[in-house]
């Protein structure tokens, strides 16, 4: 699809459908056909030509009760060997999608950790730089009002140097904090980075019966950002979007690449969407409605909008439900 193909559909307001490029079994209605079929083929083949074959060796009836015995023993020990074949085939493959769901899982658990921590130390150490600024100050005006080579001046020149040594640690703090929130940081080409989330969650049990649809940009939507906190931060909009809409609702996906060279990312579900009075409260940090539920997942997306000066915000989907925008600058 080209370009100009892309502003039409962007600007009629049509979604384009997404498909995973690279799934297992992408029709699994046909496969199964052509296996049901192929087996009634050769079983229809095998009992023609066994029962053609029997009837001319046999000798005699009691021969023939023989052979036909035989011919339904090996036809059922095949057919067993080959069930467990496609069944040992069919569960290993269940087993190993599993197995890497799981562990993409733990990734992104100790991913999200990480940012939380991030963004905790990077919190307390601006709450420590502010105090620091201010007992500075108030530092630099008893030196001033002190005699030199005073007690007074020589306890205000031993403080100075604390204060320092306690600013040097909250630099550390601070940037121990940006490197665990942010990670690397580097050229993200965000519609390449939302369709292998989509594509990552295609399985997900939140979303596997969630009708998906994903509109690209109509222009190159490269930013400079942290692959890692924009792939978390789409990662649980989609989620809380299938959380919100229910089995076979649906979501849609959209990007906007601006003149300034920011980039929108867009999330609409089909839910009940958030009460106006209830989305400042939303978007602060831990806030949940659920009983059993952390805030872990929109804090995440949070400090992702704080980490690239961007923003958060919430509105009214056309899909009936809540639209949550995340700009990267």
């Known amino acids: 699809m080209t370009e100009s ?41 095998y009992i023609v030509v066994s029962t053609w074959l029997a009837a001319s060796s046999a000798m005699s009836v009691e021969q023939m009760e023989r052979l036909e015995t035989w011919k339904g023993v090996a036809f059922i020990t095949v057919t067993a060997a080959l069930l467990f074949a496609f ?24 991913s999200e950790r990480a940012i939380l921590a991030g963004t905790f130390a990077g919190t307390i150490a601006h709450d420590i730089n502010n105090a620091l600024t201010a007992s500075t100050f108030a530092v630099e005006e008893l030196r001033a009002a002190v005699a030199p080579g005073s007690d007074e001046a020589k306890l205000a020149e031993s403080v100075d140097q604390s204060l320092k040594t306690i600013t040097e640690w909250n630099r550390r703090l601070f940037d121990l904090g940006s490197r665990r929130a942010g990670g690397a940081v580097g050229p993200v080409d965000v ?23 994903f509109a690209p940009p109509n222009r190159r939507s490269v930013v400079t950002a942290s692959e890692q906190l924009v792939r978390r931060a789409v990662l649980n909009l989609l989620l809380n979007a299938a959380e919100a809409c229910g089995p076979k609702g649906k979501i849609q996906v959209g990007i906007d690449a601006e003149e300034d060279g920011s980039v929108r990312v867009r999330v609409d579900d089909s839910g009940p969407g958030v009460p106006l009075e209830m989305r400042k ?9 659920k009983p059993d539920g952390t805030g872990i997942g929109l804090s995440s997306v949070i400090a992702c909008a704080d980490f690239h000066k961007g923003s958060l915000a919430i509105s009214d989907a056309p899909l009936g439900g809540a639209r949550f925008e995340l700009v990267l600058r």
């Open 87 to 110: 069944a040992y085939s069919l569960f290993a493959r269940i087993r190993r999608q599993e197995e890497l769901l799981a562990r993409q899982n733990h990734a992104l658990q100790n």
């Open 281 to 289: 409260r939303v978007l602060e940090p831990f806030f949940t409605t």
């Open 191 to 213: 519609a390449k980075l939302v369709a292998n989330c989509i594509e990552l969650v295609r399985h997900h049990a939140h979303l596997r019966d969630r009708e998906i649809a």
């Open 5 to 45: 193909s892309y502003a039409a559909h962007a600007s009629q307001g049509v979604p384009l459908e997404f498909h995973p490029s690279q799934s297992a079994i992408p029709h699994p209605a046909r496969y199964a056909w052509v296996l049901a079929g192929s087996y009634v083929v050769f079983g229809t083949l």
